[in-house]
């Protein structure tokens, strides 16, 4: 069994900074890609941004500037520092990872539950 699970999550005024975390557990072999999506209220889930085991980023045009992703490989987690946070950034938050659980098998994208952001004074 795979697990993510995220935290960080919560109110913040417009303008402000969070920090979120997800850290993945089980059956791990190995992670490649980790990334953040969000799923604003009546709105399709979309990308926020990825990063590779390798360190390389990719970012929504909509986040560039504001949002930085990182992740520590030996503890199997991925971070996304928001700053400079706008209400439309308001969102449930979910992190997804790409890995493996044996060294025989396909990649597979494993999700979180999700944590909630909401951004308003």
């Known amino acids: 069994q795979v697990q993510l699970v995220e935290s960080g999550g919560g109110l913040v005024q417009p303008g402000g900074s969070l920090r979120l975390s997800c850290a993945a557990s089980g059956s791990i072999f190995s992670i490649n890609a980790m990334g953040w999506y969000r799923q604003a209220p009546g709105k399709q889930r979309e990308f926020v941004a990825a990063i590779t085991r390798g360190g390389t980023t990719n970012y929504a045009d909509s986040v560039k500037g504001r949002f930085t992703i990182s992740r520590d490989n030996a503890k199997n987690t991925v971070y996304l520092q928001m700053n400079s946070l706008k209400p439309e950034d308001t969102a449930v938050y979910y992190c997804?990872?790409?890995?493996?659980?044996?060294?025989?098998?396909?990649?597979?994208?494993?999700w979180g539950q999700g944590t909630q952001v909401a951004v308003s004074s």
């Open positions: 997804n990872a790409d890995l493996r659980t044996t060294a025989w098998e396909t990649l597979r994208t494993y």
